[in-house]
């Protein structure tokens, strides 16, 4: 596997946001197709969590999936995490 040792963390109020990115996944999908297709359609989900009863951290991963691709296995990827004690104050910058 070519996991990263460490990831970029960017600030995002009150906590940390790493973006992994669509091209990764998209590539990745797009090598294992089997049918001639034109476009690839995605699903994506956000939804946060707490990471322990203890804690008052939260986790909101932004994850995706591809839709119209029979030949594949349905697989859920991360596009971006976020981190911190509370869901992220403003869209705006989680979205970007």
Known sequence: M?????????????GHY?????AVNLRSIWEKVKENI?????????????LFKSSCNEFWP???????VPS???VVFPIGMYCGPGKPNRCTEYLW
């Open 72 to 74: 594949l296995k349905p």
């Open 2 to 14: 070519k996991t990263p040792y460490s990831v970029a963390m960017v600030p995002i109020e009150p």
């Open 18 to 22: 790493s973006h992994i990115g669509l």
């Open 62 to 68: 932004i994850l995706g999936r591809k839709a119209n």
């Open 38 to 50: 034109s476009s690839i359609e995605l699903l994506t989900n956000i939804d946060g969590s707490p």
